[in-house]
């Protein structure tokens, strides 16, 4: 007895070689791995005067290395400074390096029936950090950066996880820039 799921099964006459085309991107992608860099020198990452402030990438798709999985950039604050405000469907960690200040974070409320609903929560979680600490940062939060010394700037670097962007959710908002940022 056959089921009427395997009668739909073998239907259709349309051809494809993905499955071919797929080993020889893979074989490509072999080849030129090898030619990636392992290590990157501190003079071949590069700034970034972005409306996020101002940045120094260390690792990015963008930069021929190794790592597939990870875009890391340390973040510099100036004193009494603030990045921009934004959110984006990955996680992100930070590791201050210098400087203390605080974080606000406006957490994603989510709601999938018919559509996707996103909306924010109206009043910021703040969490203050220091040099050494750790911050993490939920998916999708709406989130921005202070400096909490007027005298001192801040640094730390952010690592962020690219797989949830590879895998369609490419989905990034800048919600307001850097205040010191210049067009």
Same mark, same amino acid.
């Given at each position: ?11 259709? %006459? ?19 791995? &090898?030619?990636? +860099? ?10 970034d005067d972005s409306v996020q402030g101002r940045i120094k990438h260390m690792v990015n798709e963008k930069?021929?290395?190794?790592? #597939?999985?990870?875009?890391?950039? &340390? ?6 400074? /603030? ?21 606000? @974070?406006? %957490?994603? +409320?989510? =709601? #999938?029936?018919?559509?996707? /609903? ?10 203050? !950090?220091? =040099?050494? *600490?750790?911050?993490?940062? $939920? $998916?999708?939060?709406? @989130? &921005? @950066? ?6 001192? $700037? ?10 949830? +962007?590879?895998?369609?959710?490419? !989905?990034?908002?800048?919600?307001? $820039?850097?205040? *010191?940022?210049?067009?």
């Amino acid at each position: 007895m056959q089921y009427e799921e395997a009668k739909k099964a073998v239907k259709g %006459d349309k051809r494809a070689n993905f499955y071919q085309e797929f080993l020889e991107q893979s074989k490509t992608f072999r080849a030129e791995y &090898q030619n990636r +860099k392992n290590v990157v020198k501190a003079e071949e990452m590069p700034w970034d005067d972005s409306v996020q402030g101002r940045i120094k990438h260390m690792v990015n798709e963008k930069m021929n290395t190794r790592e #597939c999985a990870i875009d890391l950039y &340390q973040q510099f604050l100036t004193p009494g400074g /603030a990045s921009g405000k934004h959110r984006h469907m990955s996680e992100e960690i930070l590791y201050v390096l210098e400087g203390e200040g605080y974080d606000l @974070h406006w %957490d994603v +409320k989510f =709601e #999938c029936t018919e559509t996707y /609903a996103w909306d924010w929560e109206k009043e910021p979680k703040k969490f203050r !950090w220091e =040099e050494g *600490d750790y911050v993490y940062i $939920p $998916p999708y939060t709406t @989130h &921005q @950066h202070f400096n909490g010394d007027n005298d001192k $700037p801040a640094r730390f670097i952010s690592a962020t996880n690219r797989i949830v +962007k590879a895998v369609g959710f490419d !989905w990034m908002e800048q919600v307001e $820039p850097a205040p *010191d940022y210049k067009r």
